[in-house]
């Protein structure tokens, strides 16, 4: 069979990893293995590569994406969907492997319920892990390494100069990043956009650590957190896919925190630092798994579905299922508090 590949949305750092097991797996199993540059724009343009063992050496562990990526959106973009399927067919390509977030893999339905449709498999890749139906996505772990590591070393000078730290982590409207990381890490109060929260009681948290001599707190705040039930962003600008920039909350939060308790406060935005670098091992474990899943699935035909691994088993959902944000789980949640 002939094979396209492509990477898009948000970048992490386990694509490499997927994009390998993809082409070992095809090439194994005697396919042609086409992988289209920069997300959705690639098929649109008809801009892809061979792709062979030695264009995967060494990319294991790197992050970013060698096909590059895009937030392009083909059905925003006029005739651009029949261009992408005049490029597939003048490529000859059978079927596609869609690595990326609710974005990408929402193109990825798209197109398998299209008349006559283009046949493709998603792999769920976002730093967000919010993709319903599968535990974990690539990347989501690594982003969680990187924000925890940062805990760690913000919680010694928050000690030692007695001041509060607020740190904004990513997941648009899910708040998993900051829940792991705010757990694996220590945060005193842990923020996500599940929950709206009121800035007071977090004021109040503070004031009683205080009293029992905690001269510090730590905040983990998601960026999708909402105070008083709204979101803050950069700016009211969508992208392609209808979503505004979140970003901001970190510094109001810090902003108001000190006006009200006047205790010195910082803040730190963890920002892209969360999507790059070398991805963790665990995330090229799936990364791999995914890979080699999904292209077991073209060849069984198991088309306008997305691997996933629940309860630590690799197995596949309907894309359809996939695309509702996942909140992060409540007993976690809850449980968070208990370290408060
Ligand atoms: O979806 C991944 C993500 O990193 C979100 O957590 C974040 O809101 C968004 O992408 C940022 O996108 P961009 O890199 O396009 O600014």
Not at 208 to 223: H, M
Not at 251 to 265: M, N, P, Q, R, S
């Amino acid at each position: 069979m002939r094979i396209g590949m492509m990477t898009g949305g948000g970048d992490s750092s386990a694509i490499n990893a997927a994009i390998r097991a993809v082409v070992r797996r095809g090439l194994e199993g005697g396919h042609t293995i086409l992988g289209f540059k920069n997300g959705w724009a690639g098929p649109i343009n008809g801009n892809y590569v061979e792709m062979t063992a030695d264009s995967v050496s060494g990319i294991l562990p790197r992050g970013g994406t060698i096909l590059g990526t895009s937030r392009t959106n083909p059905f925003k973009m006029d005739g651009a969907v029949e261009q992408m399927r005049e490029n597939l067919r003048l490529a000859e390509v059978d079927a596609m492997i869609c690595i990326g977030g609710d974005d990408t893999l929402g193109v990825a339905h798209k197109i398998n319920s299209l008349d006559p449709p283009i046949p493709a498999v998603g792999i769920p890749q976002t730093i967000d892990n919010d993709i319903n139906g599968t535990d974990f996505a690539i990347g989501f772990q690594s982003a969680v390494t990187v924000a925890t590591d940062a805990l760690d070393k913000l919680h010694t000078t928050a000690e030692s100069h007695h001041r509060i730290m607020v740190v904004e982590v990513m997941g648009r409207d899910a708040g998993h990043v900051a829940l792991y990381a705010g757990i694996a890490g220590g945060a005193d109060t842990i923020l996500v956009p599940e929950h709206h929260f009121n800035i007071d009681e977090v004021i109040d948290r503070i004031k009683k650590r205080r009293q029992l001599g905690k001269t510090f707190s730590i905040i983990v705040v998601a960026e999708g957190a909402k105070p008083e039930g709204k979101q803050v962003a950069v700016s009211e600008k969508t992208d392609a896919f209808g979503h505004v920039r979140l970003g901001g909350i970190g510094e109001y939060l810090a902003d108001v925190i000190e006006e009200k308790t006047g205790f010195e406060t910082r803040f730190m935005n963890l920002g892209h630092l969360q999507r790059g670098g070398i991805a963790s091992p665990f995330d090229r474990f799936i990364a791999t798994e995914f890979g080699v899943a999904a292209v077991e699935m073209v060849e069984k035909g198991e088309f306008d579905r997305m691997v996933a691994i629940q309860c630590g088993t690799v197995s596949s959902i309907p894309l359809e299922e996939a695309l509702t944000v996942r909140p992060v789980d409540e007993r976690v949640f809850n449980m968070a508090k208990l370290f408060y």
